[in-house]
């Protein structure tokens, strides 16, 4: 008997192990990866990332991303500080992970040897009317002063961190990707002494979720700054032509009433044998 519950004690142990076998193998299985598709952009200065879940595309971000982050330097009399903005753009070569879930959902982006790194939180919810939207939620960006292409001269340099606060960006109905040649602007709070980091997104389009096809974004919702600038535009076009319109209509009119309204003249006689008589 002692040696049937060792076999008993045994065999669940197996079993355990081969259901966390299984857990681990599906973990694998369902292991996401990130990939940067920026060489496909004619824009120098857009670049295109994706992440892929068992060798589909979950999440897909296209933008232009501009920094602006305030940094403290020495003054020449060694006493006092002075804040310098330093000024960069997302490079195309960045590194790229991500995570996809069905409400939620991330990208991390990631460059010179992790100085820099950008993290967008998505979150899907259900708003008004029962309509599923889906939004960024977070941004972070850590960043590393003492990285000197960009920070010159930094005083106690080092990592800080950024954070948005209570974010609802780039509200999009689900199933569909947002698009905006406009610049979108943020601003985030840093533990380098609270300053507010600027990060400006332009020429974007982002599906987060629901991506039907493999590296294609489903149907674009344009956002309301990008529509306001398009009607901006046509406008004018519309008021020249219902003024040219009306031009038009008030010249014909008026020769119409010319017509109408002209003197009759007295006829001549058609047969010239009445000219004696006139």
């Given at each position: 008997?002692?040696?049937?519950?060792?076999?008993?004690?045994?065999?669940?142990?197996l079993l355990l192990l081969g259901v966390f076998g299984v857990l681990a193998l599906s973990v694998v299985l369902a292991e996401q990866e990130g990939e940067n598709l920026s060489g496909l952009s004619t824009n120098p200065d857009k670049a295109i990332f994706a992440v892929r879940e068992n060798g589909t595309t979950c999440l897909m971000v296209e933008f232009a991303v501009r920094f602006l982050v305030p940094f403290d330097v020495l003054a020449l009399n060694?006493?006092?500080l002075i804040t310098e903005q330093a000024a960069f753009t997302l490079p195309r070569g960045a590194e790229i992970e991500g995570k996809c879930g069905s409400t939620e959902s991330e990208i991390q982006i990631t460059w010179k040897n992790n100085a820099y790194t950008l993290r967008i939180y998505f979150s899907k919810e259900f708003r008004d009317k029962g309509i599923e939207v889906w939004k960024i939620s977070k941004v972070q960006f850590v960043y590393d002063t003492s990285e000197t292409s960009h920070f010159i001269n930094a005083y106690n340099p080092g990592k800080h961190t950024a954070?948005?606060?209570?974010?609802?960006?780039?509200?999009?109905?689900?199933?569909?990707?947002?698009?905006?040649?406009?610049?979108?602007?943020?601003t985030l709070i840093s533990t380098d002494h609270q300053k507010g980091v600027t990060v400006s997104m332009y020429d974007t389009q982002i599906q987060p979720f629901d991506i039907a096809s493999d590296f294609m974004f489903s149907e674009p919702y344009k956002c309301i700054t990008d529509q306001r600038e398009r009607l901006e535009e046509t406008l004018p076009l519309i008021l020249g032509f219902i003024l040219a319109l009306i031009i038009v209509i008030t010249l014909t009119v008026?020769?119409?009433?010319?017509?109408?309204?002209?003197?009759?003249?007295?006829q001549l006689p058609r047969d010239r044998s009445m000219y004696k008589n006139m």
């Open positions: 008997m002692g040696r049937l519950g060792f076999s008993t004690t045994e065999s669940a142990r060694g006493i006092d954070n948005t606060h209570r974010l609802s960006a780039l509200v999009t109905p689900a199933g569909r990707s947002y698009v905006c040649l406009a610049q979108q602007t943020l008026y020769h119409f009433h010319l017509k109408l309204t002209a003197p009759q003249l007295p």
